[in-house]
């Protein structure tokens, strides 16, 4: 197991909200990307019309202090009551196997 930090969080916004939790999340993920021990921090959206940030800390503890700071705070302001359930949070660590770093999100 890795110490790096692999997070997955799911936002299901309600429809009628999409575009403002996509707003938010677009402008809050570039501002994510200078904290310490970001490694990588990308929105996506699914077919289904969910937000999914990957999430690369280079360890929990740095995840914990992201969890504390201002755009995480802005976050669960600006989502209050326009999702459709809770943000889904997972949080992993990496069991690299296989070769040439295809077995780990790091390509290390």
Request: hydrophobic share 35%; proline share 5%.
């Amino acid at each position: 197991m890795t110490d790096q930090c692999t997070v997955i969080a799911i936002f299901t916004p309600k429809p009628e909200h999409r575009d403002e939790i996509r707003d938010l999340l677009l402008r809050i993920t570039p501002l994510v990307h200078s904290e310490p021990g970001c490694e990588f921090y990308a929105m996506n959206e699914d077919v289904e019309g969910r937000f999914i940030h990957v999430e690369a800390w280079a360890n929990r503890s740095l995840w914990q202090e992201h969890n504390g700071r201002q755009t995480v705070k802005d976050i669960i302001a600006g989502v209050e009551g326009k999702l459709e359930r809770d943000v889904e949070v997972y949080e992993m660590y990496n069991l690299p196997t296989g070769n040439h770093g295809k077995g780990s999100l790091t390509g290390k």
